[in-house]
């Protein structure tokens, strides 16, 4: 399988504090990949330098081929790269639909001129934008919540919508910050079939933040640990789970 | 094309369409019928005028979400250069206010590449900043009469230029708004982080947002300056803009209705307190203040007027309520 994401001894500093560091990441085409690791290890910012938002103070991004170090983060969603976040970050007063519409904007059939003297042209992009999108809001099961206010939508929804909006970019890898975060465990189970769904449905690579081991046991092939920003182990996860280094880091020495 | 007609030909547009026009060749009957007034036309005008700033103040303030309160800059830009053209070029009206809008719409553009980094409260202090220099730079051009302004500018504006005017303008706001563009404008106020990760280009988005706002405050500078035919630089000073600011804030930041309403609403409260002199400023404060009291969204926060939203308030439903929102 060919490589599609490769960092090479990425890091970032603020001030004298090395957020992350060393960092070797390789992800091939289609894989499903964990990243884990205690609270405040790093993992987020991991995804801020993958796409953009940070720059990274040492090493290299190589997606496709190419480096990535130094675009903006529409450039990056534009390559292929996108996100959903943490901390959600939903266009809240906008409806569902709208917020994968905007999404959607990457791949616009139409130009301004279009919109603004109302071609054809206009209504037939617009339909076929919101048919995808409803297509997008189908499979993550929000098709009936289409109209309403995203800020007014349960956790767990909000967290699919991420996903949704996400996906309407088209892209080839899938950032997931804590997709289960504040879900149940009966939507844990269902989030972990649309994860492995997606990624077969849109040939998509998938590497995912999580904290519920259930979920990254189950469904990442491969797992990368980090610890106060350094890689601490990388591999299967039956071999992570007995990895005493990992342990270490969760439990305490001693432990 | 046919598409084109049959995607236009709806109910509602059409009974907008028709509305419009009998309120515009309406008015130009009633007028020219001595039916109406000077004074009645005089503050109809300004109100088309002031339509014209609000929605396009709205696009940069409401829609965008970028604070600026220095629209009276590039209304200044757009009434000197659209003077200028009338009076030293002899250019036909719609000339002059082509030339108007584009110089704002530049003006526009130049100001807002570098400020636009800025956000929140920085972005309104160096919008307001810029707007003074611009006032500043032309009391001090000789060519542009200096603090005395220009006099004696043909009177070319009537009710049908600035009705007309009104309508391209709230058309072509309405239209970008509802198109993948505007949207992108408006992710842009709801979370800058989360359009750029999704691939909008937030910079490019909020320029153009704001140099559209620029282009037809010029066409409402312009057409003030052919209306009133004199124009000085201390007719455009932030209170200009705060006024226009007003409107937005009042009608609903992201509403073009809104905007319109407002704007009607307080040119005539402002008309019916002239009598009043000082005793004006403290009703129309006061009038302010309770607005943003009981509706601090402004009267009609995000939502539109439409026949749909009166239909529905009605309890008449025709059942389409399809995703063409």
Redesign the interface.
């Known amino acids: 399988m060919a490589t599609i994401l490769q960092t090479h001894s990425l890091g970032i500093s603020f001030g004298g504090l090395k957020a992350v560091q060393d960092l070797n990441l390789t992800l091939n085409e289609g894989d499903l990949v964990g990243l884990i690791g205690p609270n405040g290890a790093g993992k987020t910012t991991v995804f801020n330098l993958l796409?953009g938002?940070y720059l990274p103070t040492t090493g290299d991004i190589i997606f496709k081929g190419e480096s990535i170090v130094g675009l903006?983060?529409?450039e990056i969603?534009?390559k292929g790269i996108?996100?959903t976040?943490q901390n959600i970050?939903?266009?809240?007063?906008?409806s569902v639909?709208?917020n994968v519409?905007?999404?959607?904007?990457?791949h616009?059939p139409?130009n301004?001129i279009h919109?603004?003297?109302?071609?054809?042209k206009?209504?037939q992009?617009?339909k076929e934008?919101?048919d995808e999108a409803?297509e997008l809001l189908k499979i993550m099961n929000l098709a009936h919540k289409?109209?309403e206010k995203a800020k007014n939508l349960p956790y767990g929804e909000q967290r699919r919508l991420e996903i949704a909006?996400?996906l309407?970019?088209h892209p080839s890898l899938l950032l997931l910050d804590e997709p289960a975060a504040g879900m149940n465990p009966q939507e844990t189970t269902e989030l972990m079939e649309l994860i492995g769904f997606i990624r077969d449905k849109f040939n998509l690579t998938i590497l995912l933040i999580e904290h519920d081991m259930h979920l990254v046991m189950n469904i990442c092939e491969r797992i990368y640990v980090l610890d106060y920003g350094i890689n601490i182990a990388h591999g299967t996860p039956e071999e992570i789970k007995n990895n005493p280094r990992v342990i270490e880091a969760y439990l305490g020495e001693g432990a | 094309?046919k598409?084109?007609l049959k995607?236009?030909l709806t109910k509602e547009n059409l009974t907008v369409t028709v509305l419009l026009v009998v309120l515009m060749l309406g008015v130009q009957v009633l007028y020219s019928a001595g039916i109406l007034s000077p004074f009645v036309m005089l503050n109809l005008i300004i109100i088309a005028i002031n339509i014209i700033l609000a929605v396009s103040l709205n696009l940069v303030v409401g829609f965008t979400g970028q604070f600026s309160i220095g629209h009276a800059g590039f209304m200044a830009l757009g009434a000197y250069a659209s003077a200028i053209m009338t009076l030293n070029f002899n250019a036909p009206f719609i000339v002059s206010l082509l030339v108007g809008a584009i110089v704002a719409g530049i003006g526009g553009i130049i100001i807002g590449i570098p400020t636009l980094r800025l956000k929140g409260d920085y972005l309104a202090i160096a919008t307001l900043g810029l707007a003074e220099i611009i006032r500043g730079v032309i009391t001090n051009i000789d060519y542009l009469g200096g603090a005395y302004g220009l006099m004696g500018i043909t009177q070319r504006t009537n009710w049908l230029w600035a009705f007309g005017c009104m309508l391209v303008t709230v058309m072509?706001i309405k239209?970008?708004v509802?198109?993948?563009?505007?949207?992108?404008c408006?992710?842009v106020r709801?979370?800058e982080?989360?359009?750029?990760?999704?691939?909008?280009?937030?910079t490019k988005y909020k320029v153009?947002a704001f140099t559209m706002g620029s282009f037809f405050a010029g066409i409402g500078g312009a057409l003030l300056a052919h209306y009133i035919t004199f124009i000085e630089p201390n007719a455009f000073n932030f209170l200009k803009s705060f006024d226009i600011l007003v409107m937005v804030v009042l009608g609903g930041q992201g509403s073009i209705t809104g905007s319109v309403v407002a704007a009607i609403v307080l040119t005539l409260i402002s008309t019916f307190l002239q009598s009043l002199a000082e005793l004006r400023l403290i009703i129309y404060a006061i009038i302010l203040i309770l607005v943003m009291l009981f509706r601090p969204q402004g009267l009609l926060g995000?939502h539109e007027l439409s026949f749909k939203l009166l239909q529905r308030k009605r309890g008449v439903s025709h059942g389409n309520h399809s995703?063409?929102?």
């Open positions: 796409t938002i903006k983060p529409y969603a534009a996108t996100r976040f970050r939903l266009f809240g007063e906008l639909l709208e519409l905007i999404a959607r904007h990457l616009v139409y301004m919109a603004i003297l109302r071609f054809g206009y209504y992009g617009e934008m919101r409803y289409a109209e909006r996400a309407a970019t | 094309m598409q084109m995607n236009w072509v239209n970008f509802q198109s993948s563009h505007g949207r992108a408006i992710s709801e979370n982080i989360a359009a750029e990760a999704m691939g909008i280009n937030t153009i995000t995703a063409d929102a």
